[in-house]
């Protein structure tokens, strides 16, 4: 279950303005990539993002190239999740390895708005909204281990006892 303040973006929003290129090859922590989540499409996420804030975007979420960065950087700034109609293949699965949920949601996004509370339980499938109640796949259990053991490495080294 995560509740959260809304960030809201439209369609398309692509790897390039989540974790803008010029950084792309810059050494970084991921506490440091945080700093410059978003800063191509809005110079004041970074700065405002607070621990558990929900981006909730329009269809193809993550598009363009399959920059690992993009996701780690909006984990890192403390997304709790992600909502739009669709997303990148690509950016679907880095965000699962890096321990950030990612929700398909096919109707109720165009309601929502930048500043609006959202809850979502990710076992029933279910989002929240005001008066609104929103289903959505839930997520299979191994992918919730995986989110819940903070990322693959992580859940790979539980799994192995290794970790």
Not at 28 to 56: N, R, T, W
Request: aromatic fraction near 8%; proline fraction near 7%; hydrophobic fraction near 40%.
């Amino acid at each position: 279950m995560s509740k959260g303040r809304v960030w809201k973006y439209g369609d398309d929003v692509n790897t390039d303005v989540i974790f803008p290129g010029k950084y792309t090859y810059q050494p970084m922590e991921p506490a440091e990539m945080a700093e410059h989540a978003l800063e191509d499409l809005d110079p004041g996420f970074a700065g405002s993002v607070k621990p558990g804030d929900i981006i909730v975007a329009g269809k193809n979420f993550g598009c363009g190239s399959s920059r690992e960065q993009a996701a780690t950087c909006l984990k890192a700034a403390g997304v709790a999740a992600i909502v739009a109609p669709s997303f990148s293949r690509i950016f679907f699965r880095n965000a699962i390895n890096s321990g950030l949920p990612v929700i398909e949601l096919a109707q109720g996004t165009d309601k929502i708005e930048t500043g609006d509370e959202v809850e979502i339980n990710f076992e029933a499938g279910t989002l929240r909204h005001k008066d609104s109640e929103y289903r959505f796949p839930a997520l299979p259990p191994e992918v919730l281990a995986i989110l819940e053991d903070g990322g693959l490495i992580p859940h790979v080294k539980k799994v192995l006892g290794t970790g």
